[in-house]
């Protein structure tokens, strides 16, 4: 045995937003609603003058809840992405993939990934339900499957560093995934 996850569920994966803080009254410089970022103002923030857009490349998000799709729809909408990239949903565990308490950080992992890549070929949302043992078996999924060289994820595990997770990494690594 190398490691056993999942008998516990006394602290789940969350995302690790803060509370909104209110702001001084200095003028805001972006491209959205009263001057506040958004879309291409993240890449223009992060990584001006770059020529690099991920085109041709796939990125794999991994996610503790689901999302409504037509909130990605009127992002891009809203911020004006001429190139609609295709989002292919992988419901691991029998996940339903229905919008829950915490749809706001898988949308917006999902819209950061088009603002800071908007070539991207096609993004790959790996959901599972949201329980504390499940990292491992959605890192697993997104490893095995071995479709996007870039991984991504805004949650925050508490079940710490395990053997399992360090041989999945290094599979990930040996893959040349990111």
């Known amino acids: 045995v190398v490691n056993i996850t999942g ?3 006394f602290s789940r994966p969350h995302p690790l937003s803060h509370p909104a803080v209110p702001l001084s009254a200095r003028p805001f410089s972006g491209s959205g609603p009263n001057g506040w970022l958004r879309g291409a103002d993240f890449r223009n923030a992060y990584v001006p003058g770059t020529p690099l857009n991920g085109a041709g490349q796939t990125v794999g998000l991994l996610q503790f809840d689901g999302y409504n799709k037509i909130d990605i729809t009127n992002y891009e909408n809203q911020v004006g992405l001429m190139n609609y990239v295709p989002l292919t949903n992988v419901l691991i565990n029998f996940f339903n993939g229905s919008a829950g308490a915490h749809n706001d950080e898988v949308c ?3 819209e950061m990934s088009l603002a800071m890549a908007p070539g991207l070929s096609r993004v790959i949302v790996y959901e599972i339900q949201n329980s504390a043992g499940n990292a491992p078996t959605i890192l697993n999924r997104m490893a095995t499957d071995n479709l996007a ?3 991504s994820s805004s949650w925050f595990w508490p ?3 395990s053997t399992t997770v360090d041989n999945i990494f290094k599979n990930m690594a040996a893959q040349g995934q990111s």
């Open 159 to 161: 079940t710490g560093p």
């Open 149 to 151: 060289g870039q991984l």
């Open 108 to 110: 917006l992992d999902i």
């Open 7 to 9: 008998l516990s569920d």
